[in-house]
């Protein structure tokens, strides 16, 4: 980072709001903070914003696969969750997926919805909208500093005294916390950003892997790698439905992906901690509806009728016209081993139905989550206890706040995220602006 030497009497290293992370939640809060000091005639206050890395909003090009889906209309606060997970709900209301296009609007962003009210830019490309956040920062005079990483803080009658790695400091009335938090650690969000919050007292709730692939002890997924299907996937935990979502669901090497799956996977990650130290690990189940458009009256029905009408022909063929071939064959093994070359007739009652019900729901083992470095959000983080709702102000300690992934607040892939990502951002640019404007504040 090419910033000057500070110290207590080097003035030029003295600012008035310091935001670490050039996330979304990060732009978020610079652009928040400096427009609000507009409004009080106080444009000249510096606003810097420190990133790690050689550019800003790294990740967020990778958010929707490239097209960044930047909002979801469904305002239905059970797609956000976290140890408390109640404390989201008064930033969403202060600002909800239309502010948060309103704000796009207004940078340039066109947006446009999709199906399950998801919202994208017209352009249906991230980088779009990080040039449009750039574009804002500079007209709005934001400085980011890229090449930053706060190794330390601490807080002093001067304010908020931030260490880089390279030895240089600046000393802020206000400090922003935006580092993320452990999902797709080559981004820079690798977690080391909570030990800055911990420096102060705030707790950690284990991070957790969210929005990632599902590992499995079913030898079913393997031979199906690469197969893709629109089916539903109900997660069941220790006999307990715990949700059902529908989508493309996708067959790997190790398990199972897909929208359905990675909406599961939090679930999933919270079980799995929970019983990490036991001696009786979690039983989790996917159960995978093939035919989700019938019911399973209807399957069975099916299943019957086509065993009349093709009893000559060989059981590999069975299913041929349903499902795919590697699907059919994976399925029938479930149910029999006869001879894949025998006749459909040979195939008995009892199997038949076992295959109807297999059909509609067909038992997986999970037992395990891809990685961080696979996982698109993270689960956990810094505790949310000591943090007021509606501002994000640490109540340990004043001028200091937290926003985006590094709380323990996650939200179902669709748009979620980023809504969270927004609007905690926006909600502690704002009351850092107000903070810092306050006389006596430090």
């Given at each position: 980072?090419?910033?000057?030497?500070?110290?207590?009497?080097?003035?030029?290293?003295?600012?008035?709001?310091?935001?670490?992370?050039?996330?979304?939640?990060?732009?978020?809060?610079?652009?928040?903070?400096?427009?609000?000091?507009?409004?009080?005639?106080?444009?000249?206050?510096?606003?810097?914003?420190?990133?790690?890395?050689?550019?800003?909003?790294?990740?967020?090009?990778?958010?929707?696969?490239?097209?960044?889906?930047?909002?979801?209309?469904?305002?239905?606060?059970?797609?956000?969750?976290?140890?408390?997970?109640?404390?989201?709900?008064?930033?969403?209301?202060?600002?909800?997926?239309?502010?948060?296009?309103?704000?796009?609007?207004?940078?340039?962003?066109?947006?446009?919805?999709?199906?399950?009210?998801?919202?994208?830019?017209?352009?249906?490309?991230?980088?779009?909208?990080?040039?449009?956040?750039?574009?804002?920062?500079?007209?709005?005079?934001?400085?980011?500093?890229?090449?930053?990483?706060?190794?330390?803080?601490?807080?002093?009658?001067?304010?908020?005294?931030?260490?880089?790695?390279?030895?240089?400091?600046?000393?802020?009335?206000?400090?922003?916390?935006?580092?993320?938090?452990?999902?797709?650690?080559?981004?820079?969000?690798?977690?080391?950003?909570?030990?800055?919050?911990?420096?102060?007292?705030?707790?950690?709730?284990?991070?957790?892997?969210?929005?990632?692939?599902?590992?499995?002890?079913?030898?079913?997924?393997?031979?199906?790698?690469?197969?893709?299907?629109?089916?539903t996937a109900t997660l069941i935990i220790d006999g307990v439905t715990i949700r059902k979502e529908e989508g493309d669901i996708l067959f790997t090497d190790y398990g199972l992906s897909g929208p359905p799956i990675l909406q599961l996977s939090g679930f999933v990650s919270r079980a799995l901690y929970q019983k990490s130290d036991s001696t009786n690990p979690p039983d989790i189940f996917i159960h995978i509806d093939f035919l989700p458009m019938y019911s399973s009256e209807k399957v069975l029905s099916m299943l019957y009728e086509r065993r009349a009408a093709f009893a000559g022909r060989r059981l590999e063929d069975f299913l041929t016209g349903l499902f795919h071939k590697r699907l059919s064959v994976g399925l029938l093994r479930q149910v029999t081993q006869k001879s894949l070359s025998a006749h459909v007739s040979s195939l008995s009652d009892k199997e038949t139905d076992y295959l109807a019900q297999i059909c509609k729901a067909l038992p997986i083992h999970v037992n395990g989550t891809m990685p961080f470095a696979n996982a698109q959000t993270t689960a956990g983080g810094i505790a949310t206890d000591h943090f007021d709702?509606?501002?994000?102000?640490?109540?340990?300690?004043?001028?200091?706040?937290?926003?985006?992934?590094?709380?323990?607040?996650?939200?179902d892939c669709g748009g979620f995220n980023l809504q969270w990502a927004w609007a905690s951002g926006f909600a502690a640019g704002e009351s850092a602006a107000k903070y810092v404007t306050q006389e006596n504040n430090v």
């Open positions: 980072m090419s910033i000057t030497e500070s110290n207590s009497t080097d003035h030029s290293n003295i600012i008035d709001i310091a935001i670490i992370g050039g996330g979304p939640s990060g732009m978020a809060a610079a652009i928040s903070a400096k427009k609000y000091l507009r409004t009080l005639h106080a444009g000249n206050r510096q606003v810097v914003l420190f990133e790690r890395n050689d550019r800003i909003g790294k990740k967020l090009l990778m958010t929707g696969n490239g097209r960044c889906n930047l909002t979801n209309l469904d305002t239905d606060r059970m797609h956000f969750h976290g140890s408390n997970a109640g404390f989201s709900e008064k930033i969403l209301d202060q600002f909800p997926p239309t502010a948060i296009i309103s704000f796009f609007e207004e940078i340039g962003v066109v947006c446009t919805e999709e199906e399950d009210k998801k919202i994208f830019p017209l352009s249906l490309h991230a980088g779009s909208v990080l040039d449009s956040l750039r574009l804002a920062l500079i007209d709005l005079e934001v400085q980011v500093r890229t090449g930053a990483k706060v190794s330390g803080i601490s807080k002093d009658s001067e304010g908020y005294t931030l260490i880089f790695a390279d030895g240089q400091k600046f000393i802020a009335k206000a400090v922003i916390v935006a580092a993320g938090g452990k999902s797709a650690p080559s981004t820079g969000s690798d977690g080391e950003g909570y030990e800055l919050l911990r420096t102060f007292s705030h707790k950690l709730s284990q991070p957790l892997p969210s929005i990632v692939q599902l590992k499995t002890a079913s030898e079913f997924c393997k031979p199906l790698s690469g197969n893709k299907l629109f089916g709702a509606c501002t994000l102000s640490s109540s340990y300690e004043k001028g200091l706040y937290a926003c985006g992934e590094i709380l323990d607040v996650d939200g």
